[in-house]
């Protein structure tokens, strides 16, 4: 029996007027309401120039019609794209005229793609990587995602959870065998052989996890220091813009304010802070509580000063590395060598050097050269709950095999998890509220 599942329908294409908007359908009733609105359908896959009608007759547009029969489409249901001028009134008159059909109603939140998942068009990493494709705003970003998208970690995961299951397969025949005399020893000491390359290799793996969170997320840059250091001064340099209020009164700035900057493709999210120092003032106070908040979660702080006085160089629960900023340096010339880099906010002395000091900093810690990386805090957790159970598996010893054998099936269950494999109902809801209607 053929089920019957509501046809979806929505603008695929972005913000109108366009040039052209593509709306898209999906369903078991993609193909007779196109065929009621366009009439004859061109052969699969092949542009046809359609006149456009509603059931009444009267012309909506004059737009191209693409059909895909499932299960070769994207969502691997039948599927239709409709291209028609990107007026708002000839998308809303197209939209008006879909909406009238039975059984067809607008798609939700990235509802195509999760139909493409249900259907096993995508993985779950995929999805997650065409999520972050649509939103990319660099070239890394987009280099990253494209490689989520196109199945470069799914094979990866599916391969590492493929040799966990065979690594049980001959621990159950070794088992099936036990009470034989001729037990093929041999057998067991390949396993754990392989099972000591895996660990080895999702360890490699997972240590790339950070570099594609900062890929993904941005380097988290916070720009930290005394109270009319030059701070905001700096961020507005940078921004080429007033973002932050910059006046000679020391502590001016209290909430953190952030930018984003794109240095050689990387993302980069800079924050100002407010300036630290002891105070009594409630406001103040609130935000240096903020400012060490931030600068605790940081990839790298610039610890400003303005030049002649100390530059802080430790900063509670932040361990990363802290670059060292004398300011003003036009109302302070001559040589020092106290801090790291010299800046001029007013002048835009020392900007170049700092610009060029974060690209150092980011091409230091993308040494790797594949992008197969983990980029979510979800691949991290549940990479980690699988390198555990490998490392249970082989620590074990002294167990049974049966046991063993449990811990390598939940390595390979948390691997499940992250591409989907493994029931993860819950995940999906969230997942899915990240894309935009039509995709
Ligand atoms: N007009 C248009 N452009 C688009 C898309 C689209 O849906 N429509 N895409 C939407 O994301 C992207 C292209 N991605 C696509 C992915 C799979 C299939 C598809 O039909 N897949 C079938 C057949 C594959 C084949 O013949 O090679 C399949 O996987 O079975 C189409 C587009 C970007 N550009
Ligand atoms: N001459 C000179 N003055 C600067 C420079 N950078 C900042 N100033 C001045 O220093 C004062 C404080 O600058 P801000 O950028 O507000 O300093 P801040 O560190 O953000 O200060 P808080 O918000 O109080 O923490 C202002 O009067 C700025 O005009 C610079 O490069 N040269």
């Known amino acids: 029996m053929v089920t019957m599942n509501e046809t979806i329908y929505a603008l695929s294409s972005g913000g109108l007027p366009a040039g052209v908007a593509v709306i898209r359908i999906s369903g078991n009733l993609a193909f007779p309401i196109a065929g009621s609105l366009a009439g004859a359908l061109p052969a699969p896959r092949q542009a046809g120039l359609k006149t456009i009608r509603t059931r009444n007759g009267l ?78 705003e660099t070239e890394m970003q987009r280099r990253l995602a494209l490689e989520h998208a196109a199945g470069g970690l799914s094979g990866l995961y599916n391969a590492w959870a493929d040799r966990l299951t065979r690594a049980r397969a001959l621990i159950e025949a070794e088992l099936d065998f ?71 009164i020391a502590g001016t700035t209290r909430d953190v304010l952030h930018i984003d900057l794109n240095i050689e493709g990387y993302a980069v999210k800079l924050y100002d802070t407010a300036g630290l120092r002891e105070t009594d003032e409630i406001v103040e106070r609130e935000g240096i509580r903020r400012a060490l908040r931030t600068v605790a979660d ?45 800046i001029s906010s007013a002048t835009g002395s020392g900007l ?14 993308s040494g790797m050269l594949s992008l197969a990386l983990p980029s979510r805090l979800r691949h991290r957790t549940l990479l980690g709950e699988s390198l555990r159970a490998v490392e249970a598996a082989l620590a074990s010893e002294d167990r049974g095999l049966d046991i063993r054998a449990e811990y390598l099936r939940q390595a390979a269950t948390s691997l499940g998890r992250i591409t989907g494999r493994v029931d993860v109902e819950d995940l999906l809801d969230v997942i899915f509220s990240e894309f935009c209607i039509g995709k």
């Open 178 to 248: 036990a009470d034989e005399d001729d037990v093929p020893g041999s057998v067991s000491d390949m396993v754990w052989a392989d099972m000591k390359r895996l660990r080895l290799e999702i360890s490699d793996h997972l240590a790339g996890a950070d570099l594609g969170e900062i890929i993904r997320d941005g380097l988290k840059v916070v720009i930290a220091g005394a109270p009319n250091a030059g701070k905001s001064s700096l961020m507005n340099a940078l921004a080429k813009r007033e973002v932050a209020i910059v006046t000679d």
């Open 352 to 365: 170049a050097e700092l610009h060029e000091l974060l690209r150092q900093d980011l091409q230091a810690r």
């Open 59 to 136: 012309v909506i547009d004059r737009g191209l019609v693409l059909i895909f029969p499932g299960p070769a489409s994207f969502t691997g249901e039948d599927c239709v794209e409709i291209h028609v001028h990107g007026g708002k009134a000839v998308v809303n008159a197209l939209l008006q005229e879909l909406s009238a059909f039975e059984h067809c109603r607008l798609a939700e939140h990235g509802e195509f793609s999760r139909r493409a998942l249900e259907n096993g068009k995508m993985d779950l990493v995929e999805v997650e990587g065409l999520a972050d494709l649509i939103s990319a």
């Open 298 to 342: 940081a990839d790298l702080v610039l610890s400003l000063a303005e030049i002649g006085s100390e530059a802080q160089r430790n900063f509670p629960g932040f361990v990363g590395k802290v670059l060292t900023i004398g300011t003003k340096a036009d109302i302070h010339p001559g040589e020092t060598n106290q801090y790291d880099l010299l």
